[in-house]
Structure formats: C-alpha cells, structure tokens
C-alpha cells in the first residue's frame, strides 16, 4: 500500500518525469520501512518526539488563540515533517537497461562426403549419379527456400558457421532477432555488438529479411574438406558461442566423423555447458553400392623400352565378393577419338572399403605423352551412389633420353654411397661422380658412368644434367663463374638441385655466406629455401652428446600429401612405414624457411628448437623454373633398416620431383609449374608459370591468363589470372580449386608468342571422406542425448527446429544512476525558513 502512494503521489509532489527511452526504468526508493529490526528504535523516538512535541505546543499556546495555535502547530510540525523526509532519504534510481537476444548457432558439415547423393539411388534405375540432388545441394535447398531461417529470427540471432577438418573461423554470417524486445533496445545491442566484435576476430555480415536473398549459399554449404572432425569442431563452438542465452546448437551432417577428438566429448561438453544440441541427418542410412578408382600409381617419366607398371587401386561398398572389369586404355596425349584397349581384367572387391591393386605391366616402344585411361565397371548392371568416380587417366611421358645425375660429395658418405649404387643400376638414369675428397688426379673407382675431377667448367657441360644432387659438398672449389652458371641453370634451365647438410662443409657455407652476402657463397645459399643458422649455433649439428636418441619425422601438411614422399603405393600404409621409422640422430639447425619455401619435415627434438622454431629437416622452393631441396640430415641411410627398397623408393621418387620440370619442358618460352602431379578434391591447387619474351629475357607483364580445363572438358569461366611474382622476375602465380574429381589441364597462351604452355595435374577423393558414405545416424543420435535436443530427419528440420529451441533471451542492466531527492537548496531554505518564522512569531507573541 505504502509503495502504491509513493510510486503515485511522490513523483508529482517532487517534480519527477518519467523515463523518454523505453529501455531506461525510474523507481522512487526510500530507507523506509527499515531492513533490520534495530532501526526501529530510532523511528520509535521520532513518534514520542512528535507526541512530546504536540503537548507541549498545546501547553504552551492554550493561552493563545485559535489562529496563533494553529500558525505555531503548523511551523514545528513542517519542521518536523523536513526532518522526517530527510531521515528516510528520498532517492530516484534511474536504470538503463538492455536486452541480450536469444542466440541459435547452425554447423553446415561442409567435407567432401557431402557431395555424394542425398537419396540412395535406386539399384536398376537409369540416369547418372550427376542429376541427382547432392547433400550439400538438399542442405542448400534447406536454408534457402523453405522457411527455418524465417521461423528462428522471430525469437532468435541466428549465426551459421560451417566445418571440416576445423570450425571455420567467424560465423559466414549473422541474422539479426526480430524480438520486439531486441528491436526496443536495439541501440544498446549495437554497442554490445562492437564490443563482441573488438573481442572476436572480426566483424560478420548481417542480413535483414529482404537481404537474405543475396547470400551465396553455394559458397557456404559447398564441400571442400577432407576430412571430418565434427566433434572437435562442435567442441570449438560451444567454447565460442556457449552461454545462458544460447538456445541451441543446430547440426547439419552426415555423421561422417573420421578425425579429431571423439564426438561423445563434444556432447560431454555440451550437457554441461546446457547447450541443446539438435542434429539434422543429411544422406540416407541404406547401405550404398558405389565402385571407385582410388588411385592410380605410376612414374610420371619412363624410359623407352625400359618396362614399367601402373597400379590401379580399387574401393567398393556393397559389393563384397563382387567382380569388377578394370579396363586400361590408351592413347597419345592431345589426340581425339576413343582410346584404344590395351588390356582388361577381372578382379573381386573382397569386402566393403578395402582397396584391392590391379597392376598392369608396359613396356613402351614409342616416345611422347601417352595419356592412359582406366575404367572400371560392374559385371552385373547396378546403379551406383556416384559414377564419375569410375574413370581416371593419368600422362606419362616416354622419353628415349636417360635423365642425368650429377653426384657431388664432399667426402664418402653413406648416403652418398648407398645413392651411387643405386642410381648406376638404374636403366633410366646415368649417373656421373664428382667425390671432392679424392686427390686432385688420382686413378679412383666408382660406379658411376663418368668420374669427374672437377665441377663442370661452363654452361655447355653442366646443361646435360637433370639433377645435382650434393651430399655435404665442399662449394668453396666452385669459382663464382661456376657459381652462376649453376644459378642460371636452375633458374632458367629448370634444374634440379638435391643439398644434402652435413658435419663438415655445411657449417662452412653458412659462415661464409654471413660474412660476405656478395660473395659466391650468398649465392650459393641464396639457392637453398632454408636460412642456414651461423657458426655456434651450428656446433649443435656436431654434438655428440645430444645425438643420443633418434627422433621421427614431424611431418607437415605438406608432407604428408606430397607424392615423392610416399613409400607405398598406398598413402596410409606409407604414413604408417614412416611412423614406423625410428628417424635420424641429428639435423642442421636452421633459421626458418625463406619466403615462398614449402616445409615437409621439421625434426622432432624439442632441445632444437630456437627462435625460429624446430629446425627444418626437409624443405624445397622454386628457384626461376627449377627447384631446389634442402635435406638437413646425411642419416637418410637409416631408412633401410627397415627396408632397402623404402630407401631406395625414397631417392628414387625425390630425384624424380626434381627433375620432372627439365625432362618434361614442353616450350622454349613458357612453362607452368605446380607443387606437385596429384592433389585431393576441394584442395587450393597454386600454379606458377615461367615465362620468357622474345629476346628470352625474364617477361614483364602485370598478369597473365590461364584457361582450366576440367575432368569433362570444359573450361573454368571466366579464365584464371596469373599475377606477377614480386619477388621473381619473369614468374606469375595464381590458383584455382579443383571442384570434381579427375584430370585437369592448364594452358598459358605465351605473350607475344604463338607457344602454349600445358600442364595436367590429377584430382582424386581422399579416403577419409570415401571409406563409408552413408549417413552415421546412430552417431547423430548419441549426440543429443541429455542435451534436451533431438535428432531430426532433414524433411522435418524445417518445420521442427523452431518448436523445439525455446526463446533464452534475458534483460542486463547496461547503466544505473542514484539521485538523492532531498539533498536540494530549497529544502534547507524551507526547514530554516519554518524554524526563523516559528522563532519570530514566539518573539512577536513573548512566548520565547
């Protein structure tokens, strides 16, 4: 009763006005009724005082009359009445006040198992795995055309993020709630936005309801990953976007998890964090037949008459003990018309998953590009999950030259040793020596076809080689004439330079190259794509104390998808061989890779590490149109102590990355270079050409068009651009995704020039995102429990995720203010003012 009249009566009678801003509240308060028991007492004596006070004026006035009581009564009592107000202590609160929205968080499942079909198709139906509705397409339909978006705005900030191999790294976007609440206060909202954008890692588009038409999808949902951590993923979003106006995480996947931590973490995570996780399975659950060519495994250059082998690597689902036709045909390069058969197969899948190889033995009589193709195809007609995964071709080119190796060693190392042998049994390579520890003409064996006294002398004798490969050489006895040949060679003649580190002539080189960066030695190293570490840091290398334990490869991303890297035929059995090796003892220390450098391998011991981080153990770059790589440690050898044919299998493939670029150069004036022949779906491919003018000098131009062809013939739209290499006169690089699995071909029109510069490169699905397509519901399932949420199908998500993602928006109090109300001039001129006329009038009437 008491608040109702002092919300009503007081703010007029004190001259209060209610609040303009709507999220702002004024409350009127007082220290009145007391909170503790002992402050009655004081208000106790306030009442005997008045009562005290009211007898006594009666007394003393009963003598006066009528008025002059009533004047007297009333000028103590408004005195009294002052005190009263200041003792309970008027106060005006005034509070700003805000409105967080309830919050909805989508994860779109974005890896490459979503580009299979959404529906299993049926087995005998015709048509092609290309005209049915992709997961990724039915996930696009989902967000685009029907009206889940539209439902959750009303009552909630929508933010869509998408993953693969991790959460992407922002939200692709953010649709504003249309809460009446949230649109009330919205101007508190935007500077809650601008501070959450201050702390995140930058700002995301936000779309209105008529702007959501403009939004790419396609981009979003795309897939590109490959692989699938959906629980680390989901883990990483709970961290970002958990808290108490979080309604709900909404999961759009196939369940396809395949790497990182288990997704049971993730629902651990998300029970305690009360976030109601709502999954949508996307794809059918019906076990699928589908029959692929994983891989295709051959040299990429082959001798003439020199035999050779193609392994192809097959996958089926559904087909256990099935057989299968592998077919292999051929054709030259460029040519047009059917290939011709050149043998067939009949082979069977022994159960769902497992690859099985189908070799196929050649012996080449001709010289050219031969583009080999192999198909594969059920020997009872079924319809698979996807067809275009059922061919693949791969080029290799017959060459009637041996490619050429130039060994340079500064002593007899057990690389260097093991590596000579091997490469002068090899028919498709002549391997010349140059050992520049033996005495300067003296009569010494070695297997190789040429023994050298000295490096090459000019440019006629070193442009015969392919490859230098230099195992710890001593690059003092080098004049600087020698020097810049060899620059030039790798440069413009695109070489390939193997270096070796070791113990003695490394150091050597990298005290002299930071001595003297003009002298011929900074040449030297300016090859390298390391910086190698100056004397000091170098005696590390020497330690025979630290060189105790052996320590494995670490490798990079880079390294565990490069090709000449791979010491199987099978990428994950060769992962396995090199886990498997112990590693090396010691490795140079370096001081990082240079810029435009890729890192395969840093080595593993941690007391290593500098500055710069881990020293680099295997590294290369491109130098011009060749290619240089740095090995930091001459223990490679230890290799065959599991295996001689993996050591062998190592140099072998090495020495052939190096020197594909000289053996295959298809135009005087132009060449396209890419880091490697194979590459997985949905991976960024870079492309670097290097092209000449007229006068073959390096050509200066801003950009450069490149045509991409893909697997079906036609070309990228519009043309990619190749832009010049700053650092690289003559040199442009670009990139462009590869969206479907197959061979691709690049062409580069030569400036001025009627040359044409060709490169194919081959796109295959890795086998993360192939091992089981259909969709992982029960995974899905477990997922939500205990969450509050709920596994939907994706024909009911549109219609069921509103309902079940209750609106968890909250009011915060964004400001508060304290106003005293009788703390004011003319409340001490009013209580002064009662007592003087009250002490006049007693004067006036001689009752003082």
Not at 37 to 54: D, E, K, T
Not at 101 to 116: C, F, G, K, T
Not at 515 to 539: C, K, N, R, T
Request: proline content about 6%.
């Amino acid at each position: 009763m008491f608040n109702h009249i002092q919300q009503a009566v007081l703010p007029f009678v004190l001259g209060q006005t209610p609040a303009e801003d709507g999220s702002a509240y004024r409350s009127l308060e007082f220290d009145f009724p007391p909170e503790e028991p002992s402050q009655w007492v004081f208000y106790a004596l306030a009442v005997g005082l008045v009562i005290l006070v009211f007898f006594v004026y009666r007394r003393d006035t009963r003598e006066l009359s009528g008025f002059w009581r009533f004047w007297l009564t009333t000028l103590r009592f408004g005195a009294i009445a002052a005190l009263i107000a200041i003792a309970i202590n008027p106060q005006e609160r005034t509070q700003v006040m805000s409105y967080r929205p309830s919050r909805v968080a989508i994860l779109i499942d974005r890896s490459l198992s979503m580009s299979y079909p959404e529906a299993t198709p049926l087995a005998t139906s015709g048509g092609s795995s290309a005209d049915e509705v992709t997961r990724a397409r039915a996930v696009r339909e989902l967000l685009a055309q029907s009206t889940l978006l539209e439902e959750l705005q009303r009552n909630h900030e929508v933010s869509v993020y998408s993953f693969d191999s991790k959460l992407s790294a922002r939200p692709h976007l953010v649709l504003p709630s249309l809460d009446p609440r949230a649109a009330r206060v919205g101007r508190s909202n935007d500077a809650t936005n601008e501070e959450a954008g201050e702390e995140g890692e930058g700002p995301t588009e936000e779309f209105g309801g008529g702007e959501m038409k403009s939004i790419n999808w396609t981009e979003i949902v795309d897939p590109r990953g490959l692989e699938t951590r959906l629980g680390e993923s989901l883990l990483d979003l709970i961290r970002k976007e958990g808290g108490s106006t979080l309604a709900g995480i909404v999961i759009v996947s196939d369940g396809g998890s395949n790497a990182g931590v288990e997704p049971s973490t993730a629902q651990a995570a998300g029970k305690t964090a009360k976030a109601r996780l709502i999954t949508v399975g996307v794809g059918s659950t019906d076990q699928p037949i589908n029959l692929r060519i994983a891989s295709i495994q051959s040299p990429q250059d082959v001798h003439k008459d020199d035999p050779f082998e193609i392994s192809v690597f097959l996958q089926g689902q559904g087909l256990a003990r099935k057989n299968v036709d592998v077919e292999l045909l051929s054709k030259p390069e460029g040519t047009d018309g059917e290939p011709a058969r050149v043998d067939i197969r009949e082979v069977q899948i022994p159960e769902d998953g497992v690859s099985v190889e189908v070799k196929f033995e050649q012996n080449p009589t001709d010289t050219g590009a031969i583009e080999y193709v192999v198909r594969t195809r059920t020997t009872s007609r079924v319809r698979e999950l996807r067809d275009d995964d059922n061919e693949r071709s791969k080029t290799i080119n017959i060459v009637e030259r041996k490619m050429k190796v130039l060994l340079v060693a500064g002593g007899p190392m057990r690389d260097f040793r093991f590596v000579r042998n091997m490469l002068f049994r090899h028919n498709g390579v002549e391997v010349d020596v140059w050992l520049q520890s033996a005495e300067a003409g003296a009569a010494i064996s070695q297997d190789a076809n040429k023994v050298l006294q000295q490096f090459p002398r000019n440019r006629a004798e070193l442009y015969e080689y392919d490859v230098i490969l230099a195992f710890d050489s001593d690059w003092s006895q080098l004049n600087d004439e020698q020097v810049e040949v060899m620059s030039e060679w790798v440069f413009s003649q695109s070489g390939g330079l193997i270096v070796v580190a070791g113990d003695v002539h490394t150091p050597q080189l990298a005290d002299a190259a930071t001595a003297d960066d003009e002298s011929s030695m900074a040449q030297v190293q300016e090859l390298f794509p390391v910086v190698l570490a100056p004397y000091g840091v170098d005696m590390l290398f020497a330690d025979i104390d630290r060189a105790q334990q052996a320590w494995p490869m670490q490798f990079t991303s880079p390294g565990e998808e490069a090709g000449f890297l791979q010491l199987t035929d099978d990428p994950l059995t060769s992962s396995a061989t090199w886990k498997e090796f112990p590693g090396v003892y010691r490795c140079y220390p370096t001081a990082g890779g240079k810029a435009g450098a890729t890192v395969y391998s840093h080595f593993a011991d941690p007391r290593s590490e500098t500055e710069y981080g881990q020293p680099i153990l295997l590294a290369s770059q491109f130098y011009g149109s060749g290619r240089v790589l740095y090995l930091g440690t001459p223990e490679i050898w230890r290799l065959r102590a599991i295996d001689e044919d993996y050591y062998d299998r190592f140099w072998t493939k090495t020495i052939r990355e190096l020197g594909q670029s000289r053996m295959t150069r298809g135009t005087k004036r132009g060449m396209l270079l890419t880091e490697r022949e194979t590459y997985y779906l949905g991976q960024t491919i870079r492309v670097r050409a290097q092209l000449l003018n007229a006068e073959f000098e390096p050509l200066i131009t801003d950009s450069v068009k490149m045509e991409v062809y893909d697997p079906n013939g036609k070309p990228f739209v519009p043309a990619r651009t190749l832009f010049r290499d700053k650092n690289t006169t003559g040199q442009y690089v670009g990139d462009f995704r590869a969206g479907i699995p197959g061979p691709y071909r690049l062409e580069l029109p030569v400036p001025e020039s009627a040359e044409v510069a060709v490169k194919k490169i081959d796109v295959s699905l890795p086998d993360l995102e192939t091992e089981n397509p259909r969709q992982n519901a029960q995974l899905l399932r477990n997922l939500v429990q205990e969450t509050g949420g709920a596994y939907l199908r994706l024909d009911e998500a549109a219609a069921e995720i509103p309902k079940r993602l209750p609106n968890q928006g909250e009011e915060f109090r964004v400001d508060q203010q304290v106003r005293t109300l009788w703390d004011r001039q003319w409340v001490m001129f009013a209580l002064v003012g009662l007592l003087s006329i009250e002490w006049l009038t007693r004067k006036l009437l001689r009752l003082a």
